[in-house]
Structure formats: structure tokens, C-alpha cells
């Protein structure tokens, strides 16, 4: 169980087995499920985040592998879970320590605009963090795509203009959602690279009329019968290939579902927040 609390600090809490019994419990969010006994008084380990500065957002991977952080010094840090834990091996429980360095440390150092909201892609590959523009908030949105493993910028996205609320990385396939203030979620996707399909492609500022050629594309067979008959039946088999029966109906697992806990409908997910409180 991962904590981080407003002096800057990261805490690393160990579990036992009554308490997942009871966060797995179907009546956990009713308020009926029996309160665990194992105590939760120590963290087996304090990371102090560098300069201090108050963590407002904890992401933790869906392997389990990586941690990221998001501060108020308009900065994202991932830090490493074995890291973590190996530092819980070496130090007393509820001791405070700097040893342990975030892998990288994600922002933009020209505008120093906060994070509003981050994200893990699937398979922890990527991160993702969204920042509303200066100087009026709400003038439009960036989304920033980093690269775990090496720490590169990967990409920068330049949203409508409305206000981010959150966003949501999918777990399976290259999409961004993003909560916004005019209600509507506005996804993201990759570009299409066609030159990939076709590498004389050339894309063109507009739209232009292309005017056919009488026989730019008519199927011509020159040539001896053999090479003619060869040729029909390519043509054949091909014509059979296209009207194969194709099952639109069986819905294949996705493999990143692997818990029981997890619907393959809710792929995105939005963090709830507390705007205020009222007492009686």
C-alpha cells in the first residue's frame, strides 16, 4: 500500500492478509465488512521527495512495477517499486530517507506549468500528463507523453480550448481520454503514418481533384494462355478470400483483463474528487 502526504514524502505500507480480505470484500463499500487486525501504525519505508514539495497525485502501474508522483513544483517523478522496497530491507520502520532517487523526473521547463492530472499507459510504457495552459487557466490543454525506459518526450499535444480535468490512459490499446470542463471526454489516438502502407504516399495541404487516366486501372493479361490462366485464378482465389464469412460475433478476452475485479467494458476511469465538505 503506497501513501504520499503534503510535507513530500512517499510511504511504502505492508498488508496482511485480513486486509485484502476485506478490500476484496463484496460488502467492503457497504461499511459491513469486519475491520482488519493486522495494524497499519509503521510504514516500512519514508522516501523524502526532493525540495518537499506536496504530492497531490500517487499512480501506481498496473504491473506494479513503477511509481509516479505528482507534485506541486510542476514536476512528475517515477520511481522505481524494487527500489523502493529494497530500501524497506535496510532501514527501520517509519524512518526517514533521501536514498532512493526517482528514475526521472518529468516536466516542462519552459512554461513550469502543474500537472492537473497523469497517467500509466497498459503496459507502463508511457506516461502521460495533462496541464491546463498560462497565463488564463482554461484557455486550452497539453497533454505530455514521456517514455519509461528512457525519459524521452515522446509527444505534445495541444487540446481545445477548455479546462483538463483528468485523464485516463487505455489499458490495452493507444487512447487518451480526457475529462474536460464542457463535459464532453475528448479522446486521443495515434497518427496515422501512411507512408508505412505506401511509401510513395505525399500528403497534400488540401483536397485537390484527381482526374483517371481511361486506363490507369484496367486489368490487363498480355501473353501466353498459361500465364493468362495463372493469372484468372489469382484473380479467383483472391475474389473467394474477400467473401469469406467473417465472425463478427465471438468477442475474443482482452489479455490485460486478468482480474476478477476488472470489467472489460470500464476501460477508462476517472479519479473521484472531493471538491468540498460540509459539516452540520
Excluded at 475528448?186 to 502502407?197: E, H, I, L, Q, V
Aim: charged letters at 25%.
Amino acid at each position: 500500500l503506497y501513501a504520499v502526504t503534503k510535507c513530500g514524502s512517499l510511504l511504502g505500507f505492508r498488508i496482511g492478509a485480513d486486509v485484502l480480505k476485506m478490500l476484496r470484500s463484496p460488502v467492503a463499500l457497504e461499511g459491513d465488512a469486519p475491520h482488519p487486525t493486522s495494524p497499519l501504525d509503521q510504514p516500512a519505508f519514508c522516501i523524502k521527495i526532493h525540495g518537499g514539495a506536496a504530492a497531490w497525485q500517487l499512480v501506481v502501474s498496473r504491473n506494479g512495477r513503477l511509481i509516479l508522483i505528482n507534485s506541486a513544483d510542476c514536476a512528475l517523478r517515477l520511481f522505481g517499486a524494487e527500489e523502493c522496497w529494497e530500501l524497506a530491507k535496510s532501514t527501520t520502520e517509519g524512518q526517514r530517507s533521501d536514498d532512493v532517487k526517482p528514475r526521472y523526473v518529468f516536466q516542462d521547463l519552459i512554461s513550469k506549468v502543474a500537472f492537473t492530472s497523469c497517467a500509466f499507459s497498459g503496459d507502463a510504457e508511457y506516461v502521460v500528463g495533462g496541464c491546463n495552459s498560462n497565463p488564463n487557466m482554461g484557455d486550452r490543454y497539453d497533454l505530455y507523453i514521456w517514455n519509461t525506459g528512457t525519459g524521452a518526450l515522446i509527444d505534445q499535444l495541444n487540446g481545445p480550448q477548455v479546462e483538463l480535468h483528468d485523464v485516463s490512459f487505455h489499458p490495452s490499446r493507444p487512447f487518451i481520454a480526457v475529462a474536460t470542463s464542457d463535459g464532453i471526454v475528448d479522446t486521443w489516438g495515434p497518427r496515422m503514418d501512411w507512408t508505412n502502407f505506401a511509401p510513395s504516399f505525399q500528403a497534400l495541404p488540401m483536397n485537390i481533384e484527381y482526374v483517371e487516366k481511361e486506363d490507369e486501372f484496367d486489368v490487363v493479361i498480355d501473353g501466353d494462355d498459361a500465364e493468362e490462366e495463372r493469372k484468372k485464378k489469382e484473380i479467383k482465389a483472391k475474389l473467394m478470400e474477400e467473401g469469406k464469412v467473417v465472425d463478427v460475433t465471438t468477442v475474443d478476452p482482452v489479455p490485460v483483463f486478468d482480474s476478477d475485479s476488472e470489467e472489460e467494458e470500464d476501460v477508462f476511469r476517472f479519479d473521484t474528487r472531493i471538491v468540498c465538505t460540509v459539516k452540520p
